[in-house]
C-alpha cells in the first residue's frame, strides 16, 4: 500500500496543439484491493475543471465526479479519437458540465450523472441548451428526461442507444420517445438543420426505435398558426412515420376557416437504382382565394371557394397525376365573374387542363398545356361568349368610369414559360366588346387585338364607335415604369366620355380628337 499526493505542472515550453495541465491528486493505493482511493483531487486545463472523489479499482470502482468544460472545441481532436479512428470527424464545441459517478469494472466503466450543455455545436448544428440524466457504458447509451432548447423552441426527450464495446454499429437496436408543445418550428428547424420555407406552432408524441440501418419514427403531431408557400391554415392534424427510405405523412387534415384539405402523401427516398418517387391523394374543400396570398396580386385581387380532389404517383420529375377542380364566385377585384369547373390530368411529361364555366349567363371555355420539364414551357387558349370583363377593363385599359356591365366575345391564347414569369404572354382577339362609360353606350368595330407581356398591354388594333363617337385608339398600359400610359386616340369622340379622365370637366356633344393620353 501507498499513499501521498502528487502536484502536476505544465512544462515551461509546450509543443503547438499542447493543452497545459496542472492537478493535485491525493492517494490511496491499496495492492491488495487493486485500488486507489482519490480524495478532493482535482486536474485543471485553461478551459476546463475535473473533480474526482471516491474508489477507482479493478472491478468495482465507484468515483464520484465533476467536470466542468468552457470550451469543448479545444477538446475536439481528442474527442474525435475516442469515437473512434474508423469514426468521420465532427466539429464539437459549446460549454458542459457533468455532475456524476463513474461505476464497474476501469476495463469498461459506467458514467452516469447529470449532464448539461450550453452553446452546443455538432457540425452545422447548434442548441442553445442540452440537459438530461446520463448513462453511458460499453453495453449502452441512455438519455433521460432530456431537454433540448434552441431559440423558442423546447424538445423533451428520453433516448436509449444499444453499443457493442462502446460502438453504434449498423445492427445496434435503439429507441426514443419525443414530446413537443406548441413548438416553433423555425427554431425546430434550425435545431435540426432543416431549412423548408414553413413555419407553425407543432405539438406531437413520437416513438423511434429499430436499428441504426433500419430506424422507425412515427407519431401523431398537430399545427397552429400555419405559414408556409404563400398559404396561412388556422390549424393542422396527421400521423408522421418515417422509415430509412420513405416518409409518410397519413390522416393528414389543414384548416383555414370552413376550409378544409385532407389526404395522404408518401415519399420514397431515391436509392442507386431507382429515383425518388411520390404517391399523394388531396381533397379539398372551400377553401378562400383571398387567403392564399402567393396569388394575390395589387391590381387584381382574388376571391372565391375552391374545392379540388387530386391523386398522382410517380418520380418527382416525371408524375402521373388526375384531379378535378371546382371554382365557385370567383372574384376578381370587386367583380363575381361566376362558377369554374376544371379537369387535370399529366402523363408525368406534360399536363393538361380543361376549363369551363358554369354561370346562368355567359361562357367560358379553355384548355391549357404544361411540358413538365426545363423552363416548363406552357401554352393555353381561352374562349369567351356573352362574358362580363368589367374588371379587366378597368385593369388593362385604365377605364375606370365603367357604367355598366360589359358584354365580350373573343379568344385569348396563352404561351410562355412558367419559371420565367417575365415570358408569359396573352394575345386577345376580340370579335365583340360592348361596355357603358361615363353613360355612354359603345362597342368595337372589327376585330379587338390586344397583347400582354412583360407587365404590359399594348393595344394592337382597336375601333371604338358609340354615339357621337368613332375613334381608333393604339398605344400600351404599363403596370410599372416611368411611363404607366401612352395611348393614342384618332376619330370623334363623344365629350361626355372625356369626364372619365377630368373629373372637373362637365361636357356634351363632339369632337374630332387627336391626342395621345
Known amino acids: 500500500a501507498s499513499r501521498g499526493v502528487t502536484h502536476w505542472t505544465p512544462p515551461a515550453d509546450l509543443q503547438q496543439g499542447e493543452i497545459p495541465v496542472t492537478a493535485q491528486l491525493e492517494f490511496d493505493y ?34 464520484a465526479i465533476n467536470l466542468e468544460v468552457g470550451d469543448l472545441l479545444q477538446w475536439d481532436d481528442f474527442i474525435n479519437r475516442l469515437r473512434g479512428a474508423d469514426e468521420e470527424p465532427r466539429r464539437i464545441g459549446g460549454r458542459a458540465t457533468w455532475k456524476g459517478r463513474m461505476l464497474g469494472e476501469l476495463g469498461g466503466p459506467t458514467f452516469v450523472g447529470h449532464v ?20 453511458y457504458s460499453p453495453q449502452e447509451l441512455k438519455l433521460e428526461r432530456t431537454r433540448v432548447r434552441r431559440g423558442r423552441s423546447s424538445v423533451e426527450m428520453n433516448l436509449r442507444l444499444e453499443l457493442y464495446d462502446w460502438s453504434y454499429r449498423p445492427e445496434s ?30 405539438s406531437g408524441e413520437f416513438q423511434g426505435r429499430g436499428t441504426r440501418s433500419d430506424p422507425e419514427f412515427a407519431g401523431p403531431f398537430q399545427l397552429e398558426q400555419v405559414e408556409g408557400w404563400g398559404f396561412r391554415a388556422d390549424r393542422g392534424k396527421g400521423h408522421f412515420a418515417l422509415r430509412k427510405d420513405e416518409v409518410r405523412i397519413a390522416r393528414a387534415e389543414m384548416q383555414q376557416g370552413a376550409g378544409r384539405v385532407t389526404g395522404n402523401f408518401l415519399y420514397r427516398m431515391a436509392s442507386e437504382e431507382t429515383p425518388a418517387t411520390v404517391e399523394f391523394d388531396l381533397l379539398g374543400a372551400t377553401i378562400a382565394l383571398e387567403k392564399i396570398e402567393r396569388i394575390q396580386t395589387e391590381l387584381l385581387p382574388l376571391g372565391g371557394r375552391l374545392s379540388f380532389e387530386v391523386r398522382g404517383q410517380g418520380p418527382l420529375t416525371s408524375m402521373q397525376s388526375e384531379g378535378t377542380l371546382r371554382l365557385e364566385n370567383f372574384q376578381v377585384g370587386d367583380e363575381v365573374m361566376g362558377s369554374f369547373d376544371a379537369r387535370l390530368h399529366s402523363d408525368g411529361k406534360r399536363a393538361h387542363a380543361e376549363l369551363k364555366s358554369t354561370m346562368a349567363t355567359g361562357r367560358l371555355d379553355g384548355k391549357l398545356d404544361l411540358t413538365l420539364g426545363g423552363d416548363y414551357p406552357l401554352q393555353g387558349d381561352l374562349t369567351v361568349q356573352d362574358f362580363d370583363l368589367d374588371v379587366f377593363i378597368k385593369t388593362a385599359l385604365r377605364l375606370k368610369k365603367l357604367t355598366g356591365p360589359s358584354d365580350v366575345n373573343g379568344s385569348f391564347l396563352l404561351s410562355g414559360q412558367l419559371k420565367k414569369p417575365e415570358t408569359i404572354a396573352i394575345e386577345a382577339n376580340i370579335s365583340q366588346l360592348k361596355f357603358e362609360y361615363q353613360h355612354v353606350k359603345l362597342e368595337n368595330v372589327g376585330p379587338l387585338r390586344l397583347a400582354y407581356r412583360g407587365e404590359e398591354v399594348r393595344v394592337e388594333q382597336a375601333r371604338i364607335r358609340g354615339p357621337e363617337t368613332d375613334f381608333a385608339i393604339a398605344g400600351f398600359v404599363r403596370f410599372a415604369g416611368a411611363q404607366p400610359v401612352n395611348l393614342k386616340l384618332n376619330g370623334t369622340v363623344n365629350l361626355q366620355l372625356l369626364g372619365g379622365f377630368i373629373p372637373e370637366l362637365e361636357a356634351r356633344g363632339a369632337a374630332g380628337v387627336n391626342a395621345s393620353i
Open 30 to 63: 491499496s495492492l491488495d484491493d487493486e485500488a486507489t482511493l482519490l480524495r478532493r483531487s482535482e486536474i485543471v486545463t485553461p478551459t476546463s475543471r475535473l473533480e474526482l472523489d471516491g474508489r477507482l479499482a479493478a472491478k468495482n470502482s465507484d468515483l
Open 116 to 135: 448539461r450543455g450550453f452553446e452546443a455545436k455538432y457540425d452545422n448544428l447548434y442548441w442553445d441548451e442540452v440537459e438530461g440524466e446520463l448513462k
Open 173 to 202: 437496436q435503439w429507441q426514443t420517445q419525443i414530446h413537443v408543445k406548441r413548438t416553433p418550428t423555425d427554431d425546430l428547424q434550425a435545431l435540426f438543420g432543416w431549412a423548408y420555407p414553413a413555419r407553425a406552432l407543432l
